[in-house]
């Protein structure tokens, strides 16, 4: 079977046993601060686990990408040289959200893989593990399967710590987590390996095809395992895995998805394929770096960029290593499209921005490689010992853009190591950037944890009644608030907007009797609404009813400004291209901002036809229209999902008439008149790749426009002039400037030229050598030069050092006659008297410039003149 037909297969399977098929989720993870990359199935169903999220269904079953190449779960040293490690990979994965347990997870599993309609592996080739003292499962797999007792394993905690097992699964530190059973296949005795839990269980021969996890705790911080509100299933098979079983084949790269992939990446680069390590690097790469650019991530210096960044340098060194010259990488990426393009249609429609990315990246590295290569080997081949030291390593990274990993890589093929905690040590200013990853341990039980769910009715209302089902203080649970305590409380509904999709949470305040609280901030968990603020006044009660009223001027300037972003987001996709996409947003009151994909500054044309088509569209004055439906009919409408949301079954689906369709649960117009005009106010980078625009709308783009045009009537009183003719008037004055510039140089050069006169005079005689050094209060560095030009050619053999402070700064002018050169060097002169007046200078042996800040201490930089000649000479 291809990998293709074992998707489908098992997708299928799973439908047949009343699981709903759900789309993989994004790779950046949606609302998880705890991890770095989806890099399992369950990542997206893990509010689901914890009991935090309902859904229209309580069994799943779906393909998710993952990627592992940075933070905890890292695969990317091991990627190329063994079998089956990826950076890249899918899993396949049947959920069960407290409705079937043990023992229909594991008779799932075992009807898939042996079952002659299914996959029809031989039952004698399946061996079982279970954790220790799970004799449930193991009951299940013996007496019920039927699985011989030879052929099953029990596992302990054999990584040193309680519950550390490889049959006892945990999410991370904290989290969802409990013991697990695993399925391996045996591929016969003629490749080296023992079963599982013996001393050669980390050889070929057994290979673990299938985990199922029964996810039975929540652990918190405390190490302590709490019971989950209903036991779960989380399951995993690894299509590639799966697929070389399926294939008879050994290695991953064997199968039929590598060997189009290997092929592509042979012709792409110029060599033979023939099994190189270097070259199933480049395979594997190419479907991370791909599906992680196709979900929104772009090459950077810190956090996803900076683990894409590192990826595709890896890459590009490898094909470089097999002969590939030029930019080879972005090449492959038709062959990826034509792979899998059709299970992740966000590989086609975003080929053309992948392959754009790639390009540009490998451009920018080749630029440093080379260079920062030779480098290297010059270390290397000084080194003492099998230890690159730390500093080394940094320097390649700080000045030549080296991951730390891809010298690593250049070390290991040498049988060297690297010094780590020296890098770490070297990179301590450089860390939050470099290793960002970290930032994403957040323990997830630190969270505001509430088991209700507050129904929100701010669509239609500003305000309205509601009763206090929770309080907090400090994040904890209180039963009372007290007048001035800060705090969050959580209502059975509110009309306030909790943040999200880039729009601010509402403000307003809340009213129980004589109690009043001041809500500055609304967020939310889980299914709660979280109104955070200070009580003005009396005490607040959980139970008391409370009235609700949201700021309502401040809601209206909102809306405007998010509505006018999704025009904004559609007429960006219409003038520059379909290659947009959203990479951040945040609406206020007082103006939006939106960040999107996009490779060069916007042209002043262009942003003026952004302004027009936003602006028509708003004349048209089309009623905003909101729809709930589910997320495919939501796609088929053509609605776009935002970069960064997460999307639950249901979801809202926002029309402006036929010019922007997109899936957004905030809080709009009733009509794009409503937003009155757009004024775009600016327009930059922030990362590479990256462009952001700052606009106004409504009453605060008129201010703007006010504002604006009292500095024109400003600047036209300035040069005498209206504005009819202040363009006219403004051209003269700069004519003007211009002319008296061209006349006052010409006037300091006579000026300079009569000091020559008389400087020369006053040169001292040094073992033969005519020696000035003179202060000149005033005059500029170009004045210098000109100056120690003409004293050079009046004095013969001369070294010449002139002096100024000019507006506020020292500025230095050395000089040494071509037949001195060879003895006495302007540039070193120059070092020593701009450090005398703490600044900086250089330049060729008979001419350097400098400078400082230090004007007290020029007397004393001057007077050095005399003893640098008579110690050179």
């Not at 729009?503 to 109104?531: S, Y």
């Not at 603020?533 to 949201?550: F, K, M, N, R, Y």
């Not at 002039?721 to 403004?730: F, M, P, Q, T, Y």
């Not at 230095?812 to 001195?820: F, N, P, R, S």
Request: proline fraction near 3%; aromatic fraction near 8%.
């Amino acid at each position: 079977m291809k990998s293709a037909e074992i998707r489908e297969a098992f997708l299928r399977f799973f439908e047949e046993q009343g699981h709903t098929r759900v789309a993989s989720s994004s790779l950046i993870p949606g609302n998880d601060p705890t991890l770095l990359f989806t890099n399992a199935g369950m990542n997206q169903f893990k509010d689901c686990f914890l009991g935090q999220e309902k859904r229209a269904y309580t069994r799943a079953v779906s393909s998710q990408k993952c990627v592992r190449a940075g933070g905890k779960h890292n695969d990317l040293e091991n990627v190329g040289y063994t079998a089956r490690h990826h950076t890249f990979f899918e899993m396949l994965g049947n959920f069960s959200f407290g409705d079937y347990f043990k023992r229909d997870a594991i008779t799932f599993a075992w009807t898939f893989l042996t079952s002659d309609k299914w996959l029809n592996l031989p039952k004698e080739k399946l061996w079982v593990t279970v954790y220790a003292s799970d004799d449930e499962a193991y009951d299940i797999w013996t007496k019920e399967v039927g699985v011989p007792a030879e052929r099953m394993v029990r596992i302990g905690d054999n990584k040193g710590a309680p519950y550390a097992s490889d049959n006892f699964w945990t999410m991370g530190d904290t989290g969802p987590c409990g013991p697990c059973t695993e399925i391996f296949y045996d591929h016969g005795a003629d490749i080296w390996g023992g079963p599982p839990g013996s001393p050669e269980e980390d050889g070929d021969r057994y290979i673990e095809i299938w985990n199922n996890v029964f996810m039975q705790f929540n652990r918190t911080a405390d190490g302590v395992l709490h019971p989950l509100p209903a036991p779960s299933v989380d399951t995993g098979m690894g299509l590639e895995r799966i697929s070389a079983v399926l294939q008879h084949v050994h290695s991953n790269y064997e199968i039929d998805l590598f060997q189009s992939l290997l092929s592509a990446s042979a012709k792409a680069i110029g060599c033979t394929n023939d099994n190189q390590a270097s070259l199933k690097v480049v395979a594997d790469h190419i479907r991370s770096c791909g599906f992680l650019i196709a979900d929104g991530v772009l090459p950077s210096n810190e956090g996803r960029g900076y683990v894409l960044r590192r990826i595709i340098r890896r890459a590009c060194r490898h094909g470089n290593k097999l002969g590939a010259k030029g930019s080879f990488f972005y090449q492959i990426v038709a062959a990826l499209v034509a792979e899998m393009g059709e299970a992740f249609p966000e590989l086609k429609s975003q080929q053309a921005h992948i392959e754009r990315v790639l390009k540009a990246e490998e451009e920018q590295f080749a630029k440093t490689l080379e260079q920062g290569l030779k480098i290297l080997e010059q270390d290397l081949a000084e080194l003492k010992g099998d230890v690159v030291p730390g500093d080394v390593v940094f320097k390649l990274y700080d000045t030549y853009g080296f991951p730390m990993d891809l010298t690593g890589d250049i070390a290991r093929e040498r049988n060297l190591t690297i010094d780590e905690e020296g890098f770490e040590r070297e990179m301590e200013a450089q860390r939050v950037r470099a290793r960002s990853a970290s930032s994403f341990g957040m323990d997830y039980n630190s969270l505001v944890k509430v088991d209700v769910a507050t129904e929100f009715t701010g669509y239609t209302a500003h305000s309205g009644s509601a009763k206090i089902v929770a309080l907090y203080k400090e994040g904890q649970s209180v039963d009372v608030l007290s007048e001035g305590e800060e705090g969050v409380v959580v209502l059975d509904k509110t009309p306030f907007y909790a943040e999200s999709g880039g729009q601010i949470g509402d403000c307003g305040f809340l009213q129980a009797g004589a109690a009043r609280f001041d809500v500055r901030d609304t967020t939310k968990t889980g299914g709660a609404f979280l109104h955070h603020g200070v009580l003005d006044s009396g005490s607040l009660i959980v139970g008391a009813p409370v009235e609700t009223h949201v700021d309502a001027e401040v809601r209206h300037a909102t809306s405007l400004n998010h509505s006018a972003t999704h025009l904004l987001h559609a007429a960006l996709r219409q003038v520059l291209g379909e290659h947009v996409q959203q990479k951040g947003s945040l609406v206020d009151s007082q103006r939006l901002r939106f960040d999107f994909s996009h490779f060069e500054a916007i042209k002043p044309e262009q942003l003026k036809a952004l302004e027009d088509i936003v602006n028509a569209e708003i004349r048209k004055n089309s009623e905003v229209e909101t729809e709930e439906t589910d997320i495919e009919t939501a796609k088929q409408k053509g609605a776009m999902a935002l970069f960064g949301e997460k999307y639950g079954d249901s979801v809202r689906v926002l029309s402006m008439g036929d010019f922007s369709v997109e899936l957004c649960g905030g809080i709009h117009a009733t009509r794009t008149g409503d937003i009155g005009l757009l004024k775009i106010i600016s327009e930059g980078g922030v990362a590479s790749g990256v462009r952001r625009i700052e606009a106004v709308t409504g009453a605060a783009a008129l201010a703007y426009l006010n504002a604006a045009e009292e500095q024109l009537k400003e600047a036209a009183n300035l040069v005498k002039g209206s504005r009819d003719n202040l363009i006219d008037k403004l051209s003269a004055v700069l004519e003007r400037s211009r002319l008296l510039e061209k006349q006052l140089e010409q006037l300091q050069a006579k000026a300079a030229s009569a000091a020559g006169d008389d400087l020369s005079a006053s040169a001292l005689d040094v073992k033969g050598v005519k020696v000035l050094a003179v202060r000149l209060d005033g005059q500029d560095g170009k004045a210098l030069l000109a100056l120690v030009d003409q004293l050079k050619n009046k004095l013969g053999r001369a070294v010449i050092l002139l002096g100024s402070v000019h507006e506020e700064k020292v500025v230095l002018v050395a000089g040494v006659t071509k037949d001195l050169t060879g003895q006495l060097k302007a540039g070193d002169l120059m070092k020593q008297a701009a450090a005398a007046v703490g600044g900086k200078g250089g330049g060729r042996p008979d001419m350097a410039q400098g400078g400082g800040t230090d004007a007290g201490a020029l007397d004393a930089a001057l007077a050095l003149t005399v003893p640098f000649v008579e110690q050179g000479l």
